[in-house]
């Protein structure tokens, strides 16, 4: 009987010939690979309309620097480059204050895009730069 038992029993090369992923295995990863994936494809548009108001406010700095602009010409320049880079937001809510040297503008806004069923990703963003007189 001890002779059957050494007969059926792995041994070291048996076992690392069995070494790999099942099928299961393959499906419950693939499966996280792409909830992830699904995920940065709905975040992906929202940072790329980030780099463009980002690219959009520094812009404005540089070109209304030391021109001694008002908030009035501020806003009309941030309309006419948001028309142009078809980004839709209300120009109002753009926060512009006075600071010691000039105007201090400030965008805050949330994005928010719908995952899976009622669940959704939301990105804040944060960006401010200060136009000189």
């Known amino acids: 009987m001890e002779s059957h038992r050494q007969r059926h029993r ?19 990863l693939a499966v996280l690979v792409g909830i992830v994936a699904f995920a940065v494809l709905k975040v992906t548009p929202m940072y790329i309309k980030n780099m ?18 008002t908030p009035q010409t501020i806003r009309n320049e941030l309309a006419r480059r948001f028309s142009i880079e078809d ?8 926060k512009i204050t006075q600071s010691k040297n000039g105007y201090t503008l400030r965008v805050q806004y949330d994005e928010r895009a719908p995952y899976i069923a009622n669940v959704y990703l939301v990105v804040a963003f944060d960006k401010q730069v200060e136009i000189t007189r």
């Open 52 to 69: 463009r108001m980002s690219t959009i406010l520094d812009d404005v700095k540089k070109e209304l620097s030391g021109e001694a602009p």
């Open 10 to 28: 792995m041994t070291s090369a048996t076992r690392h010939s069995q070494a790999g992923m099942t099928a299961l295995g393959f499906l419950i």
């Open 87 to 94: 980004i839709r937001m209300d120009i109002n809510a753009l």
